[in-house]
């Protein structure tokens, strides 16, 4: 067989393999609840990397995925020590499951056209994502947030927001309308989710894009100040949930918490790390220790709470050392996925995402691939 059809054939499976990326987006939450289709999903994805590695003699790790795998390593700790071990070995292996795709992902991207290919795949899931979403919107004239079947509003908002520091390497593409449409759908289905986490990283994002491209800047600001109006205009006609959401200092008098109960179990969350401050209290098990039956939707309460000094510690080294690598390659880059995530930390429950281990992936395999300047950039 000639190398010219064996490239061919990983083409194949790379494209394969990519259409099944973009599903995750709609899969990840229900994999996790149907159980017998994640194990055999799992079991699949370290067969895969098994295979490559064996096939293709690449044995060594890089720093990034070093600080991955003490993480990894470290996680067990906790797991063993948990209350309940079997809600914490489940969370585990969501986290493995992220990891496995992080490391599969940067190898699979072994030239220029499987890694476009592969991020077009994620990108055109979070456009068909945006799509049925903003199909939904009428359910927030009855004070609901735009969900998809049992996926929750904010994991949808957090999965569009990740995919934008890929989205933003495509707007120099000949094909850039395309993307700039898919911006669109993207930001409005992210405020149809009214994630509040998500609509500032989002706001983040089209502040360096506009200093990026000072006319689209100009557009976006009155396109913004349009918006804003008509939102103040028609705030009193929102239903009162939203109004909650975005009345964050309470001014219109409303009785509702618009931190959806965060603060009671944030302060929680602290009042167990200093009692676990070592081990922690195991993953995923601070929602029936806390009594509050939910999680504590900030990504440095939740490690610190559940994995320890330790656990946060591992973590961050493996996270910001992914976003210096990226800021080494390409500055702009590093510093669209930094401000998009930070915000969705403080707020949400993101850490074991396969959506945001597999941008990650995706960039650093951008950066060791692609060394031209964004301007001069050609796909």
């Not at 004070?143 to 934008?164: F, P, W």
């Not at 089209?206 to 990026?212: D, E, R, T």
Request: aromatic fraction near 22%; hydrophobic fraction near 55%.
């Amino acid at each position: 067989m000639t190398s010219n059809s064996l490239l061919n054939i990983r083409h194949i499976i790379m494209f394969l393999g990519s259409m099944g990326l973009f599903s995750l987006i709609f899969l990840a939450k229900l994999i996790v609840v149907v159980g017998v289709p994640f194990y055999f999903f799992s079991i699949i994805l370290g067969g895969l990397l098994l295979f490559f590695l064996k096939k293709e003699k690449i044995f060594f790790i890089n720093l990034q995925e070093f600080f991955v795998l003490v993480f990894m390593f470290w996680l067990l700790v906790p797991v063993v020590n948990a209350y309940n071990f079997s809600s914490s070995a489940l969370q585990y292996y969501y986290y493995l499951i992220s990891f496995l795709l992080f490391f599969l992902i940067r190898r699979f991207c072994f030239n220029k056209q499987v890694w476009s290919l592969m991020a077009n795949s994620l990108l055109l899931g979070g456009g068909l994502t945006s799509i049925l979403m903003i199909v939904n919107w009428n359910v927030i004239l009855q004070g609901d947030r735009v969900n998809l079947n049992d996926i929750n509003a904010n994991y949808l908002a957090y999965s569009l927001v990740t995919l934008l520091p890929i989205l933003y390497i495509f707007f120099n593409n000949k094909y850039y309308k395309f993307y700039y449409i898919l911006l669109g759908l993207f930001s409005i289905a992210i405020f149809l989710t009214g994630s509040r986490g998500a609509l500032i990283a989002l706001a983040f994002f089209y502040i360096i894009l506009a200093f990026k491209k000072p006319i689209f800047g100009l557009i976006i600001a009155l396109f913004a100040a349009s918006f804003f109006t008509m939102f103040v205009g028609f705030y009193d006609s929102l239903p009162a949930y939203w109004q909650a959401r975005f009345d964050v200092q309470g001014s219109t008098g409303s009785d509702m918490d618009w931190t959806s109960g965060r603060e009671a179990t944030w302060s929680s969350a602290w009042k167990l790390f200093e009692e676990h401050y070592i081990f922690g209290i195991g993953l995923n098990n601070f929602p029936e220790i806390s009594g509050f039956g939910i999680n504590v939707h900030n990504v440095f309460l939740s490690l610190l709470v559940e994995t320890g000094v330790l656990g946060i510690l591992f973590y961050f080294f493996s996270f910001l050392s992914i976003v210096f690598f990226v800021l080494r390659r390409n500055f702009l880059l590093g510093l669209i996925l930094f401000v998009i995530e930070i915000p969705i930390f403080f707020t949400g429950v993101w850490e074991s995402s396969p959506v945001l281990w597999s941008v990650l992936s995706l960039l650093m395999a951008y950066g060791v691939l692609f060394n031209e300047k964004i301007s001069e950039r050609k796909f």
